[in-house]
């Protein structure tokens, strides 16, 4: 069963950086295509990255040209880089391959503010 853990999250001010960690054991999740998440209070969960298993990448307008996605299959990690960071960017973010069954890690928070 993998088990998924986020790391890296903190708070920031308006226009800093954050990179995000998910680890995951237990499985074959290098052959997995990946997102990241954001969850902010009061609102549904959304999709704010994807990797795909050759290492394609997809943003939302949102966010792109901000957040980049990476893996580290070695390492079985993945990871997301996020600059110019915005308040609208507060959340918790979760990682997690889509259709795979695998349950939510607990997140990890992201604050923006000044």
């Known amino acids: 069963q993998v088990q998924l853990v986020e790391s890296g999250g903190g708070l920031v001010q308006p226009g800093g950086s954050l990179r995000l960690s998910c680890a995951a054991s237990?499985?074959?999740?290098?052959?997995?295509?990946v997102g990241w998440y954001r969850q902010a209070p009061g609102k549904q969960r959304e999709l704010v990255a994807f990797i795909s298993r050759g290492g394609t990448t997809d943003f939302p307008d949102s966010v792109k040209g901000r957040f980049t996605i990476s893996r580290d299959n070695a390492k079985n990690t993945v990871y997301l880089q996020m600059n110019s960071l915005k308040p609208e960017d507060t959340a918790v973010y979760y990682c997690?391959?889509?259709?795979?069954?695998?349950?939510w890690g607990q997140g990890i928070q992201v604050t923006v503010s000044s």
């Open positions: 237990g499985g074959v999740f290098s052959t997995y295509a």
């Open positions: 997690n391959a889509p259709g795979k069954g695998i349950a």
